[in-house]
């Protein structure tokens, strides 16, 4: 390992061991939602895009690429809920002039939180659900794992536009290193996500 590599690996560390933030996801994402630790500390290390942005109130883990910003994971604790922070944070990720992608819960009837987070993103911030369909198996759980995909832009964008970012984010995010952290295939990005009019128009 190079002097460069291991000053950096010593930082990744030094984050891990000085902030609870990873707890702080585990606590309220399921795990069928989580990365590793491991996983973790090597997009942290080897992907330089792959980012953490914390303070008392919030946790947002985000992986930034040049046209567009996707956030992986992004909490507000507990008290600070309905204060405004959730936008906050959002608003300062929106102040770069890219377009923000997320992944969200379906509405369910299981989780009354879940229609709440959806208002939040398409009433007071805009973002747009997109025409995609996304379902992961979880590394670890095994679970399958559907998502809808939020878009938010300055100009419109496409649902192929979208697409072509999230297959990007899935190899080099959600997919990075797979086998090696946990021992299998990732899943092929094709069977992850899709246009669901595309799907529509082939069994028609």
Not at 17 to 26: D, E, G, I, T
Not at 131 to 149: A, P, V
Not at 160 to 183: D, N, P
Not at 186 to 198: A, G, H, M, T
Request: a negative charge; one cysteine or more.
């Amino acid at each position: 390992m190079q002097r460069g590599e291991s000053l950096k690996a010593s930082l990744i560390e030094e984050v891990f061991s000085s902030s609870n933030w990873y707890n702080r996801l585990r606590e309220y994402f399921p795990e069928r939602e989580m990365k590793s630790r491991k996983h973790f500390e090597i997009l942290f290390q080897e992907q330089a895009m792959y980012k953490l942005m914390e303070g008392p109130d919030y946790v947002v883990v985000y992986f930034e690429q040049q046209d567009y910003i996707f956030i992986d994971y992004i909490i507000v604790s507990g008290t600070s809920r309905g204060k405004g922070v959730g936008s906050i944070v959002l608003n300062e990720l929106k102040s770069k002039g890219k377009a923000i992608i997320l992944e969200v819960e379906p509405v369910s009837e299981e989780d009354p939180d879940s229609e709440k987070r959806v208002r939040f993103y398409e009433e007071r911030h805009n973002f747009k659900k997109m025409n995609i369909g996304y379902e992961r198996i979880h590394n670890i759980t095994s679970e399958l794992n559907k998502m809808d995909i939020f878009c938010w832009s300055q100009a419109p964008v496409s649902d192929s536009w979208v697409l072509e970012r999230m297959q990007e984010i899935y190899l080099e995010v959600h997919a990075y290193k797979v086998e090696e952290i946990y021992g299998r295939n990732p899943q092929p990005v094709s069977e992850v996500l899709w246009l669901k009019e595309s799907r529509e128009k082939i069994a028609q």
